[in-house]
C-alpha cells in the first residue's frame, strides 16, 4: 500500500488550514472503511491523510429541546446511532438502516457522513436522512452553508461538496405528529452486503390516523443518486393509508425510479422490488405512526 | 472391551488456542532470511496471441532481481492433462493466464515492476459456452489439440437403459446447471521456494497432497535441468483447503523458477483479488437427466449426460465425473444406468476439486428428479425413496460393495426431526434429499495409503509422524484421539507431525473425505504395533500373563490385581537405560483393499460409503422471491463419531457452504473476466446467515474403518442443494433447475407459473418484451 502522512488536527479550522495547505494532495479521513480501501484498489493515492476523527464533536445524535431538531454529527459512528435510545424510539426509518450496515466491526469505526460524502448510489445512511428531510451543513474557510441533503448527491460517487469543504452534520426538522417512517435493504444476505435496493417510507398522518397528511419515499440504488419518488408520494397525499393504494405508490415509485443492470442486481427486479419494498415498508411505517400516535413534538 | 476414554469424546482441536489468538503460522507469516517477494503479471485477454513481451523496463527498477517469462523458463507441464505451463508461451487462453513473473526485495516493488512489463497481444475471438465451443467452426482453445473437446473416456452403461425405459410407467426428464463457486479459504494461496548451494529445493506450501506435490516439483526440477536432487515439502498451517490445495499450480513453480534465478528464497503469495480470480472453481455443469420408475415406484433406470465447461486448462475438475459415476449408479437401487460427461475447452477460468468433488452437482440433478418422479407416480417422496433405498449387503451396478448403510435410518431422523408432517403455513414447504459418498478411502491413483510412524520417548509420550494433512479438518486432533486411546495414553500426550515430507511418510493427499480412515488407520496400525511391545515389556516387568495387562490412564494395570501396575513411562525408562537397551518406534503403512476403477468403470473404489440425508423447511416470500430457511436436520450414517464436537464442525460447516451453493454463491464470469473477485461481491454466507442446523449422527461402526468410523469430510455440502429446490417447490410450487437459486429466478419462476411476465403482467403474445427496462 502507497504510504502516506497521517495528520490529527483537534479543530474543524485546524482541519480545513491543513488541507488548504497540501491541496489535492490531502484526503479527509473519518472512520477510514471507505478511503482505506480505495487506496489499498490503488483509486485514491494521498500523500496526507487529514483524519477528522478527533475533532471535538458530539458523540451521539441529540434533540435540540428548543427547535425539536435532531442533530446528527457527520463524524458519529454507525453503531453509536444505532445505539442511540433517541434514534431507536423516535427515528426508527434512521435505526432500521445503521443497524444493517456491514458489520458490527465496520459500523464501530465508520461514521455516518464517511457514508454521505462516499456518495455511492447504495449508501444506506442516506436514504433515511432524506426521507426525514434532512439539511447538511457543510463547513469551510469561508464559513458554514446549509442544504438539503437530497441535493447533496450529484451522481455516483458525487456530492456537493468543494475543495476542503467538510460536511459536519445532517439536521432533521421535527417531525409532523402522527409520523411512523420505515427503512429496508434489498439483499442476498444479513451481515457485509450493500444493498441490491434501498427504500424508505416515512408516512405523516391525519388525525383519523388513516388519511396520508405527508409521504416521503425515498430509494437507493433505484437511480444514480439516492431520490424521492415524487409521484408517488403525491399519489399518497389524501389517501387511506393501506395496502392497495401502498401497492399502487409502489408501483407509481418503481416507474419513476431509473432501476439498471449490474452485478448485484437485474434492472426488472430492482423494479419489482421497488414496488413491493415501498408497499411493506409504508404498512410498517403506518404500523409505526399508529404506536405512537401521541406524537408530536419531541423532548427528551 | 474396554470403555473408550478418547474415542468418542468431545475434545477441542488440539490447534484451537494457537489459531485462536493468533499464534499459529500461516505461509502469510513465514519470512526466511534474504527472502524476495514475487508477484505474477496476468493477461488482459481471455484469448490472444501474445505478440512481444519487453521487461527491460522493469528489469531496470531498483530493487527488482529477476523477471522471467514463458520465453525464459524451459518447458514444465503442469495438470492432470499436462496442458498448462507455469508462464504462458505464444497464447493467453484465459484472463488468469500467467505471463510475467517478477521478484524484486519488497512487495510494492514487485508490483510496480508489474506494471513496468509491456505486453503486447493480439486478441483473439474467446469462446466461453461449452456448448457453443463443441460447435464445428468455434474458436479452438488449444489448438494442437484439433477441438475443444477433451478425450476423456467418460462413458458407462449398465444394463439396458433403452429396454427399461420402455418398461417404465414414469418417467421424468429435465436439464440442469450449475455454475461456478469458489472454495473461499481464510488463508489465501502461497508458497516459499528456496533452493540450498546444491540445488536441493524445499517448497513451504499450503498443499493438500505434500507428497504428490513433492513428485510434480521433482519433474519440474527434471525439466529445467537440476537432476537427481531432493525437494522437501513442509506445510505451515493451512487456513482451509476444500479441495483448492488437490493440485500443484503456476505460482507454485514461480516460485520455484523465481529462487533458481535469483537464487534467493522467493514466496509468492496470493491476494485476496488472486485467490477469487486466479485460484480454481468447483466445476460448472449442464446435465441432462431422465429417470423412470415401475407402476409401484421401483427405479428401473438413470440416463445422464453431463457438460463440463472445462475452461481454458485441465485439473481434477475435468475428473470429477469418476466421482459422479458414484451417485449416478449407486445413489439408490437402479438396476439400468447410462451416464456420459464431455468436457469442453473455454476461455473460462478452469475447475478443481472442490468439496464433494463432483457429487453436489450430480445429486442436485438426481434428487431434484427423484421428487419429480415421485410426484409423477404418484408416491409420497420419503416412502418413493425408501422403496429405493440401498440396504447394507448390496452391490451396486457399479461394483460398489455396501457394507454398512444407514440410509433409511437417515430419512427417518430426519422425517422425525424436521416434523416432516407438521401443517405448513403458506409458502411454507419441506424437502429432503440423500446422498451416498466414498467413506472408506478413494482408489483414485495406483495407491491409496498413507503411512505413520510412531516413536516413544521416555516419558510416556509419543511423537507421531503421519502422512495425512490437517488443513483445518482436525485430523491432527482424531489422529491423536486414536493413538491415545490404543495406547491408554491422554491425547496431550500425543504429539502429531504431519508438516514436512523430511520426516513424514508417504501419503496420498487429504481428498475423498479419507484421512479419518485411511491416515486414522495408518496411525492405528502403528499404535497396535506398539501396544503389543508394551504389553509384553509389561507382562515380563509385573510377571503377569500379557492377556491380563489393560493399558490405561498412561499405566500398564493388571485387570484385577490393581496392586500390579506400572507408569508407561517409567516402563519406557527401564527398556531404554537398560543392558541393550531398546526404544520403542513402529511404523505402519495403510493401503486399505479398495479398488482402481476397471476400464467399465466398475470397481469398489472404497473399502465404505456414507451415507446421509438433509431435510429442509423454508418459507418463501412468493412477492420477493427471497427463500428463508427455517430448519435444516442434515443426518449422517458416520460409522462412529471419533470426535463428534469435529464432526458436527464439519457438517455445519458442508451445511453452510450447501446452503450458499444452493442459494447465494457464484463466481460471475463476463466473457472469461471475474466480476465479483471480493467478498463483498460473491456471496458466501456470513455468521448471521447461519440458520439452525441439527446435525443428528447414526452410528453403524464400519467393521474396516478405525473404531468403527467412516468419512465425513465432505457429505455436509452434497445434497444440499436439491434439499432446498425441492422445498421450494413444496412451497410454492416451482421447481429451479439452475443454481443458485436466487430470488430472482425463484420471482421470474412464480410469475411465469401464473401465466405472468417477469413484471406481473399477463403474458401478451403481441408485445412479449413489454417489461424490457431501456436502459
Same mark, same amino acid.
Given at each position: ?29 473519518? $472512520? ?32 435540540? +429541546? ?6 446528527? $454529527? ?27 450496515? $456491514?458489520?458490527?466491526?465496520?459500523? +464501530?469505526?465508520?461514521?455516518? $457522513? ?6 455511492? *448510489? ?5 436514504? *433515511? ?115 392497495? +393504494? ?44 399508529? +404506536? ?9 | ?13 488440539? !490447534? ?12 502469510? !507469516? ?33 530493487g527488482v532481481r529477476a523477471v522471467l517469462t514463458g520465453a525464459d523458463i524451459p518447458e514444465i507441464k503442469m495438470g492432470v492433462y499436462k496442458d498448462n505451463r507455469p508462464l504462458k508461451v505464444g497464447k493467453v487462453r484465459s484472463y488468469r493466464d500467467e505471463v ?59 444394463g439396458d437403459v433403452e429396454a427399461a425405459r420402455k418398461e417404465a410407467a414414469f418417467i421424468v426428464a429435465d436439464r440442469f446447471t450449475t455454475t461456478w463457486v469458489t472454495h473461499c479459504c481464510m488463508g489465501t494461496s502461497g508458497a516459499i521456494a528456496e533452493f ?31 537432476? !537427481?536432487?531432493? #525437494? ?64 409401484? &415406484? ?35 437401487? #437402479? ?90 403455513? %403458506? ?35 509419543? !511423537? ?190 458442508? #451445511? ?54 467412516? &468419512? ?12 432446498? %429446490? ?46 424490457v427496462i431501456q436502459q
Amino acid at each position: 500500500m502507497r504510504k502516506f502522512t497521517y495528520l490529527v488536527p483537534k479543530t474543524l479550522d485546524e482541519a480545513i488550514s491543513l488541507h488548504e495547505a497540501r491541496g489535492e494532495r490531502a484526503k479527509y479521513i473519518a $472512520g477510514g472503511t471507505d478511503v482505506l480501501v480505495k487506496i489499498k484498489e490503488g483509486k485514491l493515492a494521498p500523500d496526507y491523510l487529514i483524519s477528522l476523527k478527533h475533532i471535538l464533536s458530539q458523540d451521539r445524535p441529540f434533540l435540540n +429541546n428548543e427547535t425539536g431538531e435532531l442533530y446528527v $454529527g457527520a463524524f458519529m459512528t454507525h453503531r453509536s446511532i444505532e445505539k442511540s435510545p433517541l434514534v431507536q424510539l423516535h427515528y426508527p426509518i434512521l435505526h432500521d438502516a445503521v443497524k444493517n450496515i $456491514g458489520s458490527v466491526q465496520i459500523r +464501530n469505526v465508520a461514521t455516518i $457522513g464517511g457514508n454521505l460524502v462516499n456518495a455511492v *448510489p447504495s449508501a444506506d445512511g442516506a436514504i *433515511p436522512l432524506i426521507a426525514l428531510d434532512g439539511k447538511a451543513h457543510i463547513y469551510s474557510a469561508k464559513g458554514e452553508r446549509t442544504m438539503e441533503l437530497l441535493r447533496f448527491f450529484l451522481g455516483p460517487g458525487q456530492c456537493d461538496l468543494g475543495r476542503g469543504e467538510i460536511l459536519t452534520e445532517v439536521v432533521i426538522p421535527p417531525q409532523r405528529p402522527r409520523t411512523g417512517s420505515a427503512y429496508m435493504k434489498h439483499g442476498r444476505r444479513e451481515a457485509m452486503e450493500l444493498p441490491m435496493l434501498g427504500v424508505g417510507v416515512l408516512l405523516s398522518l391525519e388525525e383519523d390516523l388513516n388519511t396520508c397528511a405527508q409521504a416521503r419515499i425515498c430509494l437507493g440504488v433505484a437511480a444514480p443518486t439516492p431520490f424521492r419518488a415524487l409521484m408517488a408520494e403525491k399519489f399518497l397525499v389524501g389517501k387511506a393509508i393501506n395496502a392497495e +393504494n401502498l401497492a399502487e405508490a409502489g408501483r407509481i415509485a418503481g416507474d419513476e425510479s431509473r432501476v439498471r443492470d449490474s452485478i448485484r442486481g437485474v434492472a426488472w427486479y430492482r423494479r419489482e422490488m421497488v414496488g413491493v419494498l415501498v408497499k411493506r415498508m409504508g404498512l410498517k411505517a403506518l404500523e409505526r405512526a399508529e +404506536n405512537k400516535a401521541e406524537g408530536g413534538r419531541l423532548t427528551v | 472391551m474396554q470403555a473408550l476414554c478418547s474415542v468418542g469424546k468431545r475434545i477441542p482441536k488440539i !490447534d484451537a488456542v494457537d489459531k485462536a489468538t493468533g499464534r499459529a503460522q500461516y505461509i502469510q !507469516d513465514l519470512k526466511l532470511p534474504g527472502m524476495l517477494y514475487g508477484k505474477i503479471l496476468y493477461s488482459k485477454y481471455p484469448h490472444a496471441r501474445i505478440v512481444h513481451i519487453d521487461t527491460s523496463r522493469a528489469k531496470q527498477l531498483p530493487g527488482v532481481r529477476a523477471v522471467l517469462t514463458g520465453a525464459d523458463i524451459p518447458e514444465i507441464k503442469m495438470g492432470v492433462y499436462k496442458d498448462n505451463r507455469p508462464l504462458k508461451v505464444g497464447k493467453v487462453r484465459s484472463y488468469r493466464d500467467e505471463v510475467a513473473a517478477v521478484a524484486a526485495t519488497a512487495p510494492h516493488i514487485a508490483r510496480e515492476a508489474l506494471n513496468l512489463v509491456e505486453v503486447t497481444y493480439e486478441a483473439l475471438p474467446g469462446i466461453f459456452d461449452p456448448e457453443q465451443a463443441m460447435q464445428a467452426g468455434a474458436p479452438l482453445v488449444h489448438e494442437e489439440h484439433k477441438t475443444n473437446v477433451l478425450k476423456m473416456p467418460w462413458k458407462l452403461h449398465y444394463g439396458d437403459v433403452e429396454a427399461a425405459r420402455k418398461e417404465a410407467a414414469f418417467i421424468v426428464a429435465d436439464r440442469f446447471t450449475t455454475t461456478w463457486v469458489t472454495h473461499c479459504c481464510m488463508g489465501t494461496s502461497g508458497a516459499i521456494a528456496e533452493f540450498d548451494p546444491a540445488n536441493n529445493l524445499t517448497v513451504y506450501s499450503n498443499t493438500q497432497i505434500p507428497s504428490l506435490a513433492q513428485k510434480d516439483f521433482l519433474e519440474a526440477l527434471k525439466a529445467m535441468g537440476v537432476q !537427481d536432487r531432493r #525437494v522437501r515439502v513442509i506445510k505451515p498451517c493451512i487456513g482451509g483447503g476444500f479441495g483448492s490445495k488437490l493440485d500443484t499450480y503456476a505460482y507454485e513453480y514461480i516460485a520455484i523458477l523465481l529462487a533458481y534465478h535469483t537464487r534467493r528464497p522467493v514466496k509468492v503469495e496470493f491476494d485476496r483479488t488472486e485467490e477469487f480470480s486466479a485460484t480454481s472453481t468447483r466445476q460448472p455443469t449442464i446435465t441432462y437427466i431422465s429417470q423412470g420408475c415401475d407402476k409401484d &415406484g421401483k427405479l428401473l433406470f438413470r440416463d445422464v449426460s453431463m457438460i463440463l465447461d472445462n475452461g481454458a486448462y485441465t485439473s481434477w475438475g475435468a475428473t470429477t465425473p469418476s466421482v459422479m459415476m458414484m451417485p449416478i449408479t449407486s445413489l439408490y437401487r #437402479v438396476p439400468n444406468v447410462r451416464y456420459e460427461a464431455k468436457c469442453v475447452y473455454t476461455n473460462n477460468t478452469y475447475a478443481q476439486a472442490m468439496r464433494g468433488y463432483g457429487n453436489p452437482q450430480a445429486t442436485y440433478a438426481i434428487e431434484s428428479t427423484m421428487d419429480m418422479l415421485a410426484e409423477a407416480a404418484g408416491i409420497d417422496p420419503i416412502e418413493f425413496r425408501r422403496i429405493n433405498a440401498n440396504k447394507a449387503g448390496d452391490v451396486s451396478i457399479q461394483g460398489l460393495r455396501i457394507t454398512t448403510c444407514g440410509l433409511e435410518e437417515c430419512m427417518a431422523v430426519v422425517k422425525d426431526q424436521l416434523a416432516w408432517d407438521r401443517p405448513k403455513e %403458506a409458502n411454507e414447504g419441506v424437502g429432503m434429499a440423500s446422498l451416498i459418498h466414498v467413506g472408506g478411502g478413494a482408489r483414485v491413483y495406483k495407491s491409496d495409503g498413507c503411512g505413520t510412524i510412531i516413536k516413544m520417548d521416555d516419558f510416556g509420550k509419543v !511423537d507421531l509422524f503421519t502422512g495425512a494433512t490437517d488443513m483445518g479438518q482436525g485430523s491432527d486432533t482424531v489422529i491423536a484421539q486414536i493413538v491415545a486411546e490404543e495406547l491408554g495414553l491422554h491425547i496431550e500426550d500425543v504429539h502429531v507431525i504431519h508438516t514436512d515430507t523430511d520426516v513424514c511418510p508417504w501419503d496420498v493427499g487429504a481428498h475423498a473425505s479419507r484421512t479419518t480412515f485411511v491416515a486414522g488407520n495408518a496411525a492405528l496400525g502403528a499404535a497396535k504395533k506398539i501396544k503389543a511391545r508394551l504389553l509384553e515389556l509389561g507382562a515380563k516387568q509385573l510377571e503377569s500373563p500379557l492377556e491380563k495387562l489393560i493399558l490405561q490412564d498412561r499405566q500398564i494395570r493388571h485387570r484385577e490385581d490393581a496392586e500390579k501396575r506400572i507408569e508407561i513411562g517409567k516402563l519406557l525408562r527401564k527398556t531404554h537405560f537398560s543392558h541393550a537397551g531398546q526404544m520403542l518406534m513402529a511404523e505402519y503403512f495403510y493401503d486399505p483393499t479398495n479398488e482402481n476403477m476397471g476400464r467399465d468403470f466398475r470397481g469398489n473404489m472404497s473399502m465404505t460409503y456414507t451415507f446421509g440425508t438433509h431435510g429442509v423447511r423454508v418459507k418463501v416470500d412468493d412477492e420477493t422471491g427471497k427463500v428463508r430457511i427455517l430448519n435444516y436436520v442434515a443426518a449422517h450414517d458416520v460409522g462412529k463419531a471419533i470426535n463428534p464436537m469435529l464432526l458436527e464442525g464439519q457438517v455445519y460447516g458442508g #451445511v453452510m457452504m450447501g446452503i450458499g451453493y444452493a442459494l447465494s454463491e457464484q463466481v460471475i464470469l463476463e466473457k472469461g473476466e471475474n466480476m465479483n473477485p471480493n467478498f463483498r461481491d460473491y456471496k458466501i454466507l456470513t455468521a448471521k446467515d447461519v440458520v439452525p442446523i441439527a446435525a443428528p449422527v447414526l452410528e453403524t461402526y464400519d467393521k474396516d474403518g478405525p473404531f468403527g468410523a467412516k &468419512g465425513i469430510g465432505e457429505p455436509g455440502c452434497v445434497p444440499t442443494a436439491p434439499a432446498v %429446490a425441492n422445498a421450494i417447490y413444496d412451497a410454492v410450487g416451482v421447481r429451479i433447475k439452475d443454481l443458485p437459486v436466487t430470488p430472482e429466478r425463484v420471482l421470474a419462476a412464480i410469475r411465469a407459473k401464473k401465466g405472468l411476465d417477469l413484471c406481473g403482467r399477463e403474458l401478451s403474445q403481441d408485445h412479449p418484451d413489454e417489461c424490457v427496462i431501456q436502459q
